[in-house]
């Protein structure tokens, strides 16, 4: 079954300096990897997803991932932090098996901006 | 326009209430979802429907039953919830069948408070 790991529960950043945000993941085959944001008591907002292709994806907002195959990683990146990213980030991975197989979440990362 | 609205934002019940959730899209989305979501953790699939039919439960209690009108349209009826039944309950849209390199597109959730 898929899973996904998102190792850290806080990331704390200076305003203007870069981000990450960590996400490994664990599929049979090659996976469909998303990400998602959430401000506090909103619903989630899709920020990217890395289908197949390059492996840099950019989204919404200057938000840009790198999808790693051999470290089966997909990190999360911004060049210079803004306090508005402060928010609440899930990693997200599917499988890709026959069928409608569940949309599968990290347990988040919570982001901190610090002006 | 990527939008899905939900209906109430918030809602109190009691144990003995029965009570319904409202979402809506108009993206012409064919695949529609029931997440819940609990404080500090990430959003736990519970349904999918799939051109108006129920195509995934995730062994949810009975308690909770959806409805799907109409393409647009999602129900999610409550009767008898127990106080951990508590949440944020999210609704989603993706739009095709609900195809794993699909997006889905979230609404702002209802908070659900079970007295």
């Known amino acids: 079954a898929q899973s996904v790991a998102q190792p850290e529960d806080q990331v704390n950043v200076a305003e203007g300096n870069p981000l990450t945000v960590k996400c490994t993941y664990s599929v049979s085959g090659n996976p469909y990897l998303f990400w998602y944001v959430q401000y506090p008591n909103r619903g989630l907002q899709f920020l990217l997803k890395y289908i197949t292709g390059d492996n840099l994806v950019k989204g919404s907002y200057g938000f840009e991932a790198e999808f790693n195959k051999s470290q089966t990683s997909f990190h999360l990146k911004k060049p210079s932090a803004l306090v508005s990213d402060s928010a609440l980030y899930f990693c997200a991975v599917r499988e890709p098996l026959s069928g409608n197989t569940p949309l599968v979440f990290g347990k988040g990362t919570r982001l901190s901006v610090i002006a | 326009d990527t939008e899905v609205t939900q209906t109430p934002k918030h809602l109190v019940m009691g144990m003995t209430n029965k009570k319904s959730l409202k979402c809506e899209q108009h993206m012409g989305h064919r695949a529609m979802y029931w997440y819940k979501q609990k404080a500090k953790k990430p959003p736990e699939l519970m349904f999918v429907y799939s051109y108006e039919k129920l195509s995934i439960n995730e062994s949810v209690p009975s308690r909770f039953s959806p409805e799907c009108p109409n393409s647009s349209l999602l129900n999610l009826h409550l009767h008898a919830l127990q106080p951990e039944d508590s949440a944020l309950y999210l609704c989603?849209?993706?739009?095709?069948?609900?195809?794993?390199?699909?997006?889905?597109?979230f609404g702002p959730g209802t908070r659900l408070l079970v007295l």
């Open positions: 989603a849209s993706s739009p095709s069948r609900g195809l794993i390199q699909e997006t889905q597109y």
